[in-house]
């Protein structure tokens, strides 16, 4: 930029100062209704038990009660739930990239027999809700655990995990996306010598990133808001997950609302930080696919 | 049979063998089946035996403990008109899809229109609606729990403001159904937004703007352009939120375990109560397979009556 053309016309200034639009009186009113639950929550967390039996209700405590959070963390065991869903989630994710990936690309590119028939039957059952299946899959991950582990039963992170390592709606979500890469690329790398396996990781992963982690923000959040499963096959507290966790926290204080809002934002953080982080592919791929875990 | 690309397997050709075994050993069937057997055999223990063993199981008579489980024929089906508590699971559930969905829908819609225009700060609004994507149906149903208190909730303070009478809400028979119908809605509602913006991204502005210079109103412009144009996204939803609707376990179980009077039993909670608390497994499968099948009627026809209405932008 040349001192002259400032001189006869001033360049843009980079924060230009415009009238606001008037549509920030419909948007905030609109925001602030559907975050007030949120609010609400954050607020009646750091009231005493006492400003929380108040009626009508304390809209901002005397002094915020701080001692809330260690004190719902000292009632339950929320640090242990926090990880193991952390835990379960983790290798679920990473279980369905590997497991899904493989399966995924060869149902895109390699021809063998029996491709077609098998890829139909895998789309069958994601048209089956989990209600048909959760009674087998219990008795199923029970007789799993009893007899291939020495006695572990159902009451185990395991029971967790392994139903879920890999899924068909992964298989569909990444075939798709390997159909949309272009086949000469991986021709060139074959020529060359490289396994399947190398061009796989080499050349067709590192292109998929975004439906990679696409999977991977939809997966997560599937796992980690999971309910009704851990419910069926956990009763010991420790190896409880984060949603079942909070929910006998709740069966044992259900009158310290105070507490129960602390556990809920502690629960809750996590998850919203992975959502701040990975929103963009959270969006994406309900906008894509229409899919809520 | 030859392999699928020419460079695959030239480097040594398989001409010793023969037949299947061929067949099966040419490099793309061994590597292909490789690829997809640690998938395949999750899913089919975990995925595909369960649906055959729940069809099996819904022709006996099993208490998930005892090995034991004679086959007692059609008779956990036989048992199912005669239910008088799943006849209530059935009306609660379809009161709950029939207020749920369009509900949802239509806050959905309402607020994705009103986000879907450039004005300074409008991702931080985006990020705002989306973000009850990432709170957990238990987050949710805690939540609400609080605002709807009878005694020290805020929502009966707001009522109490205003003059209104106030309610006993998830303790009362006759408002409990609502309460989940409100909670439920506020959770699917940045699905929503998301479904829709996404949409309206999609609508030509160029359609809008010649309906507007031939003097159309705007709502005029919004019900015959912007709305039609929408239809693709307003089917998935409905199908899609009906799915989940015939299938809402979560929230009930940690607010009302059903009642007041069995006011929320809605179909999943029957069926979980039946499998896991009374032990009455194969009517319970039974069950599942009459809400599979109820599922499946119900989005065949929202397709075939969805599909006359949806416009295509192609």
Redesign the interface.
Known sequence: MTTSTTATAPAEPRFRFTRPSPWHLVLIPLTFILLVPLIWMVITSLETEAETRQFPPVLLPASPQWTNYPDALSAAPFLRFMLNSAVVALVVVVANLVLCSLAGYAFARLRFLGRGALFAVLMATLMVPFQVTMIPEFLIVKWVGLNVWDQLGIDHLGALIAPNLATAFGIFLLRQFFLTIPVELEEAARIDGTSRLGVLFKIVLPLSLPAMATLAALTFLDSWNSFLWPLIVINTESNMTLPLGLTTFQGSHATHWELLMAGNVFSLLPMLLVFFAAQRYFVRSVAATGLKG | MA???P??SNAAPPARRTGLLR??SGS??????A??T???V??A???????L??LL?SFQKSD?LTPETPFVGLDNYKQIPGDATFRLAIEHTIVYTVLFVPATMIVGLL?AA??N?K????SI?R??????????????A???M??F?P????V??VL??LGLPQGQWLSSPGQALYVIVAMTV?G??G?AV??Y??ALQGVPKELQEAAAIDGAKPFTIFRTITFPLLSPATL?LAV?LS??AL?L??EV??TTRGGPLHSTTVV?YY??DQ??QQFN?GY??AL??V??LV??VITFIQFRVGNRFVHYNR
């Open positions: 392999s699928a690309t460079t695959a067949r099966f793309e069937h061994a590597v292909g089946w690829f997809v640690p998938a395949t999750l899913i223990v975990f995925g595909l035996l369960p649906i063993w729940s199981l998930l607020i009103a986000l225009r004005v300074r700060g409008i609004y990020t705002a609606a989306y973000v009850t994507m990432a709170v957990s149906t238990i987050n949710e805690i939540i609400f609080w605002l208190e005694s020290f909730g805020v009966n303070a109490n403001g506020w699917w509602t699905f998301v479904i913006l996404a998935f899609w799915i989940n299938q376990f979560d179980y940690l999943v069926l979980f499998a896991f497994a319970a499968a599942a397979y809400l599979f599922i499946l």
